[in-house]
């Protein structure tokens, strides 16, 4: 599917928490349509720049705009209305609700007819309901989830994961954010994402940014990489370029190549 997507553009960002720098001077684009990694040791300050792109934490400096929008003063409500959806390092599922209805969560902001009209059950509210009920399927076949009716609390660690990733995606967004969508999984659970998130981005047209610790899961799927050590970027290229740059090496193995 061709990319509906418009580039994400972070130029000159800088985070501060009291004298803390956790972002200095981070410039990247993400094109659409890629799939652009964003890496470095712990503490580097990966999850800091997701959280302003996503409007959880405000940046002291710098700009991120996607396309025509400058996203660092808007509410995390407002981001996601323009298409901007995440995941978070935790699962942040309902675990006693169903994978259907923990799905159809996500879709209420697409929803006309609102909370009052669905919860009396109107005819309209009956009808846009299976709407986005044959939707919200769609995305969970796209993604091999097919236990829909069970609590997502009874799934194993890796099936809940992937129905995080669902429910990002059921909100319809032309931009991804993954934090750390492998983290602790066994390499079935990290193929099974690995196939879901390559999915999503041939079927829905879709860019992403990820961070992520594992290399091999990183340099397996990223189009392009940028760096991060100590809030800084050192480094910005396509995985075999990264792999084989000394300041990365440095970063992450404690001494120059």
């Not at 309902?94 to 879709?107: E, F, Q, T």
């Not at 109107?122 to 796209?142: C, D, G, M, S, T």
Request: glycine content about 8%; some cysteine; overall charge neutral.
């Amino acid at each position: 599917m061709e990319s509906s997507a418009q580039p994400l553009a972070v130029e000159a960002l800088s985070v501060r928490f009291g004298g803390l720098a956790a972002l200095s001077d981070v410039s990247f684009t993400v094109e659409p349509g890629s799939l652009h990694a964003l890496i470095g040791p712990n503490g580097a300050g990966k999850s800091t720049c997701l959280n302003v792109l996503s409007g959880v934490y405000a940046a002291s400096a710098g700009s991120v705009r996607y396309g025509s929008h400058e996203l660092t003063r808007l509410r995390p409500h407002r981001i996601a209305a323009l298409g901007v959806a995440r995941t978070f390092q935790n699962i942040a599922l309902s675990p006693r609700v169903s994978v259907l209805d923990n799905l159809l969560v996500a879709r209420h902001r697409l929803m006309r007819s609102g909370f009052l009209a669905d919860g009396l059950k109107l005819p309209r509210a009956r009808r846009e309901r299976a709407e986005h009920e044959a939707r919200v399927r769609e995305i969970a076949e796209l993604l091999g989830l097919t236990e829909l009716e069970r609590p997502v609390g009874t799934l194993s660690y890796g099936t809940r994961k992937r129905v995080e990733l669902a429910r990002a995606l059921c909100a319809e967004p032309e931009l991804l954010l993954l934090d750390e969508p492998v983290a602790g999984m066994v390499r079935d659970e990290s193929a099974a994402m690995a196939d879901a998130i390559s999915r999503a981005r041939a079927e829905l047209g879709i860019s992403v940014l990820l961070v992520e610790h594992d290399m091999t899961f990183v340099m397996g799927m990223a189009d392009r990489v940028t760096v991060l050590d100590f809030g800084k970027r050192i480094a910005d290229g396509t995985p075999a370029t990264v792999q084989r740059d000394p300041d990365v090496l440095k970063a992450y193995l404690g001494a120059a190549a």
